[in-house]
């Protein structure tokens, strides 16, 4: 089956991007044909240096119509609204599908492709009621969560007598608010104790995050399994929390839905519908007098936290793999994958 991806820009380390380079190379290495097309992005060089193919070109229907011809794909397969835009247009029999990665899909963009769509992906309940929120039809929603690949081998990198929080995601756009305010709340964290270090990892940080004492800003990372095992807890969401747990990270979820706080045996699937607090619904405040008491907590129970998060890595690794994932979205692809609900 050769199958066609679009996503209108490949910046560096965004959740969409990740998730369709996790996913094509997923699918290639279970003996599919995987191709990207898109209008362009600094991440295009990242893709073809990890050998998958990527078609660029004008963001135009005409231009996607000879692409689909010229590889002769059999899905096509759209991630966000630009996207949609452009497959909504498409005629003929190819079989198109979607995925809602956020809660800020725009709505008229999605009713529309939706209805040339055999298929809705999203990748929690919280997107899926989103979805038919907005007016796609019940039935054509499947949810199937993010996955993501094993945590590259290597050893753990701890400094000596320091705890290490590490916060890693996008300053950009929306998330870029979020991202500052537990920064700084993690900023004030380390002042008040000498052996914390804050390290801040993503696409935009050199730029976003203003200096404090304390805090070293690393910028963007292709590979973050390094940076996770040198973190004694990570702060994030979606796919950095994921991510995170399969590397045996202790993980304190804050998302755009809100605060989950520490990720647990005992809280892991609600935090799963949720992404992870980035889809949380209704939304879940926060202070930052709660994450201070919480990396305190963190803190003085670290070696009960490491034996917690080895313990989630096992038993979380089918939930979040990246190879399920590929398996449930071919599945979807043949159209033999029946809808798995909004629960």
Excluded at 90 to 117: E, K, M, N, S
Excluded at 290 to 317: P, T, V
């Amino acid at each position: 089956m050769h199958i066609l991806h679009v996503i209108h820009r490949l910046w560096p380390g965004g959740g969409t991007e990740t998730h369709v380079l996790t996913l094509a190379r997923t699918l290639a290495a279970q003996g599919n044909t995987v191709s990207v097309f898109t209008a362009g992005g600094p991440w295009t060089a990242h893709l073809r240096r990890l050998e998958i193919p990527v078609v660029t070109g004008p963001w135009r229907i005409s231009a996607l119509r000879q692409t689909i011809r010229a590889l002769g794909a059999d899905v096509v397969h759209v991630h966000d609204t630009p996207g949609y835009r452009l497959a909504a247009a498409l005629g003929g029999t190819t079989r198109v599908i979607v995925t809602v990665h956020g809660l800020y899909a725009q709505p008229a963009a999605l009713r529309r492709v939706a209805r040339r769509a055999h298929a809705v992906i999203a990748v929690s309940p919280a997107a899926g009621r989103y979805a038919v929120g907005v007016g796609v039809h019940p039935g054509k929603v499947v949810v199937i969560p993010n996955g993501v690949p094993p945590c590259r081998a290597g050893a753990v990198r701890r400094s000596k007598g320091r705890f290490v929080i590490g916060y890693a995601g996008r300053f950009t756009l929306g998330k870029r608010a979020l991202g500052l305010r537990v920064i700084r709340a993690a900023a004030r964290f380390a002042a008040r104790h000498q052996d914390v270090t804050v390290l801040v990892a993503g696409h935009g940080s050199p730029s976003a995050v203003t200096r404090y004492p304390g805090v070293r800003v690393l910028g963007h990372l292709d590979d973050l399994a390094l940076f996770y095992r040198s973190c004694d807890l990570v702060i994030g969401t979606g796919r950095v929390a994921m991510e995170a747990i399969r590397c045996g990270v202790p993980v304190l979820a804050i998302g755009m839905g809100g605060y989950l706080g520490l990720i647990t045996r005992r809280n892991f699937r609600r935090a799963l519908r949720t992404n992870f607090g980035d889809h949380a619904v209704p939304r879940i405040p926060w202070t930052a007098a709660r994450l201070h008491d919480d990396l305190g907590r963190c803190r003085a129970h670290l070696d009960d936290l490491r034996r917690e998060a080895q313990h989630l890595r096992r038993i979380a690794g089918g939930a979040i793999s990246s190879a399920t994932m590929a398996r449930r979205t071919l599945r979807l692809y043949r159209g033999d994958l029946p809808g798995a609900g909004l629960r």
